[in-house]
Structures are given as structure tokens and as C-alpha cells.
């Protein structure tokens, strides 16, 4: 899949910044590209931070929460943090539940993704779910 625009899940951002081994060779590559932005949605941000002060993570890079603004803003690596408009929210209204996933911050990235048609790259197994409501996927399958 060619696009020139991708969302990133927090698995990814995490996996290129402690051990890009855990990405396969499609997502290195898509992620490698200079030609593609990256964007990493902002409720990803969110739960990176989250994730860290709780000492849930621990990514060498990432010495402090703000490091991970630094990392994905300043460290060329990304185009930007995506963050969520009333269009994202109206698509997030039109999602249905879908059966045992009902984590918020991969709903509202994948509504996202939706919206704005385009990919979105993940390792997260309940993804796949969400393809027969248009989320267009590249899946990091390890």
C-alpha cells in the first residue's frame, strides 16, 4: 500500500524508539521513506505519557515525559502530532463498538485514520477489525 500520509500507533512510535528489530520490513520501510509523513495522533501522545510516568514503559530515549514530545516533534522522525478535530469526533460517533476492543485511545486514532483515508500502521491484533468500516491498515505483524 503507496500513500503519502500515515498515522502511527503507539506500538510503533515505541518499537522505532527502542527496537526497530520488532518492525517488519514493509513498516520500516514506509516509516524510512522521506517522500511520507508520519503522524502520531495526539491521544497517542497522550497515552505515551501516560504509559511512562507510570513507569508502564521504558524506552531508553525517553529519560522524561517531555522526551517523548522532544522525540517525536524535534527528532526528524515524524511530520507532526495529529491532533483530533470535530470531524475525527463525528467519525468516532459513527463507529460502531466493535466486539471486545473497546480501548478509547486506538478508537479515536482509528476514527482518525478513517476520516482523513489514510493508513494508519499497527501492531495491535484488534486493528484488523476495524478494516470493514474503511480503516485502511498496515499492519506491523510480528
Known amino acids: 500500500m503507496r500513500s503519502d500520509r500515515y498515522l502511527v500507533d503507539s506500538n510503533i512510535v515505541i518499537y522505532r524508539a527502542s527496537d526497530e528489530e520488532l518492525l517488519t520490513n514493509e513498516v520500516r520501510s514506509i516509516l524510512e521513506d522521506q517522500g511520507n509523513l508520519i503522524y502520531v495522533p495526539s491521544k ?76 494508519i500502521i499497527s501492531s495491535d491484533s484488534e486493528f484488523p477489525k476495524y478494516v470493514t468500516y474503511g480503516l485502511k491498515l498496515v499492519f506491523n505483524k510480528r
Open 44 to 119: 497517542c501522545v497522550e497515552e505515551l505519557i501516560y504509559l511512562q510516568q507510570s513507569g508502564k514503559i521504558e524506552v531508553k530515549l525517553w529519560k522524561s515525559a517531555k522526551d517523548i514530545i522532544t522525540y517525536i516533534i524535534d527528532g526528524g522522525l515524524y511530520s507532526g502530532i495529529k491532533c483530533v478535530d470535530i470531524g475525527h469526533l463525528r467519525q468516532l460517533a459513527e463507529l460502531p463498538l466493535v466486539k471486545d476492543h473497546k480501548d478509547p485511545t486506538d478508537r479515536i486514532a482509528i476514527a482518525q485514520a478513517i476520516a482523513e483515508r489514510i493508513p
